[in-house]
């Protein structure tokens, strides 16, 4: 069905969730990591290296700059932000994202166009929510974030997967969206700069999926948390760039930045040139959903006109250099490695995907398996690939100080050499 104009978009109005909340926790990272690390010897000598989170606030490296503590500090002495924040959030930071993401747009957004939350996840939370209704689905991407599907299950909103092919870049397999999108798909969800691939989608890409989107009738969400974390040869580009030929949602927050994860705040941007989703009221869904959820904290959200205004680019340029230097360590390691193999390069986020060869690896049953052995012989932490819908793969996060990533990634290999079949 074609999405021209405002009709054949297959948009849905919110509805009660249903599945336990039991069961979509368990698909967490935090619930599968925390099995991994339940197999770590606590009595062992070294210490536990953790490449299987994507917070590398522990490395002294990966510091916020200065301006954004100073900001901090500035918003709470002011006096001005220790009451309730504003529903939708307070207007000089919805003002200044709209600035920030509009830097990168043919157009302008407008504050009124931009939802302040709880970080990227509420943001995710809020947008699985309001368009969640019996019978309808949404196209999701394949290896992707978890709190997608675990946010759909507790929603009962069905999710389809769509594979990324890793041979090409991890790029979204276009064909398979079509053949999984039907009367009832409402969306579908791109992460880019991605977790957990490390790739960076082309502009070309970028058109192809926004034209698919529109042949389909479903908007796109644009889960951009890791927006100009690029610094391989592919510059970071939005996806609302392509907002005239498809609607597009928008979610992202300082956390990854500005490495600011715990602060906690994020939005949702509505890139909507044809007013499609403002005819379907999709403005005032998000707005009644965020009336009954948790707001950011008023002092963070008083900070940011501060914060995105005073960091300086080399800031920015440093971060990227330093994740840089540490991509091609990991690539490099793992490509000397055997029973591991990286089929494409990272080029942005902070996530490289590597696949086991478990024919090289004796009595290594699954992806899960490798893992709780490697945190019991090996005091090192990295994420399964099943949490992520890739069996027999892992994630590995590089976003940590060079000598502490090398010991870990020597650790991995000296693991592999200590399970490697006997070649015949």
Known sequence: ????????????????????????????????????????????????LTLGSGDPTACASFRPPPEAEDAIVDALRSGKHNGYSPTIGVLSARRAIAEYLSRDLPYQLSPDDIYLTSGCCQAIDVMISILAQPGSNILLPKPGFPLYESRTMFSNLEDRHFNLIPDRGWEADLESVEALADENTVAMVIVNPSNPCGSVYSHDHLAKIAETARKLGIIIIADEV?????????????????????????????????????????????????????EAKVDKSIESYINITNDPATFIQG?????????????????????????????????????????????GSMFVMAKLDLSCLDGIQDDLDFCCRLAKEESVIVLPGSALGMKDWIRITFAMDMPTLENALERIKSFCQRHAKLEA
Request: charged share 20%; proline share 8%.
């Open 1 to 48: 069905m074609e999405g021209d104009g405002t009709t054949g978009w297959h948009i849905s109005r919110p509805s009660a969730r249903g599945a336990p909340l039991a069961d979509a926790g368990s698909m967490s990272i935090r619930a599968v990591l925390g099995r991994v690390f339940s197999s770590v010897d606590a009595s062992g000598p070294r210490p536990v």
């Open 226 to 278: 890791y927006d100009h974390l690029a610094f391989g040869n592919k510059p970071f580009i939005p996806m609302g760039i392509f907002a005239d030929i498809v609607p597009v949602i928008t979610v992202g927050s300082i956390s990854k930045r500005w490495l600011v994860p715990g602060w906690r705040l994020g939005w949702i941007a509505m890139c909507d040139l044809n007013g499609i989703l403002k």
């Open 303 to 347: 900070a940011v006109p501060q914060i995105i205004a005073n960091t300086k680019e080399d800031y920015f340029m440093k971060i990227l250099n330093l994740l840089r230097n540490s991509a091609d360590l990991c690539y490099g390691k793992i490509k000397e490695t055997r029973g591991i193999t990286c089929p494409h390069k990272p080029e």
